[in-house]
Nanobody
Framework: QVQLVESGGGLVQPGGSLRLSCAAS????????IGWFRQAPGKEREWVSC????????TYADSVKGRFTISRDNAKSTVYLQMNSLKPEDRAVYYC?????????????????WGQGTEVAVSS
């Protein structure tokens, strides 16, 4: 099975950028479709983006489309989430998750493995 560790969270001003990393170990990253989710205080976990293992295709939630970019480096066993033009409503704990599905899944129930999360705060 794969273990996932997120990093890169922090405090940033509105309009700023952060790059989150999801480091995988224990199993080759290219076997997994990787999703990013987030959970804001008092809200349900929300799907953000996904990178499919089948063909490397990517998808985004409407709320982050055009601002966030997911990428993967299978050689480094790491998936990244570049977040630009951050807004206060992007504040959340961000999680990466892995699934054996070869295509992207938007439901958290479709993922088998989860990291511990990294916190992102957007405030002036």
């Amino acid at each position: 099975q794969v273990q996932l560790v997120e990093s890169g969270g922090g405090l940033v001003q509105p309009g700023g950028s952060l790059r989150l990393s999801c480091a995988a170990s224990g199993s080759p990253l290219d076997l997994y479709t990787i999703g990013w989710f987030r959970q804001a205080p008092g809200k349900e976990r929300e799907w953000v983006s996904c990178s499919a293992s089948r063909d490397g295709s990517t998808t985004y939630a409407d709320s982050v489309k055009g601002r966030f970019t997911i990428s993967r480096d299978n050689a480094k066993s790491t998936v990244y989430l570049q977040m630009n033009s951050l807004k206060p409503e992007d504040r959340a704990v961000y999680y990466c998750a892995a699934t054996w599905f070869r295509q992207c899944a938007r439901l958290s129930s479709g993922y088998n493995y989860w990291g511990q999360g990294t916190e992102v705060a957007v405030s002036s």
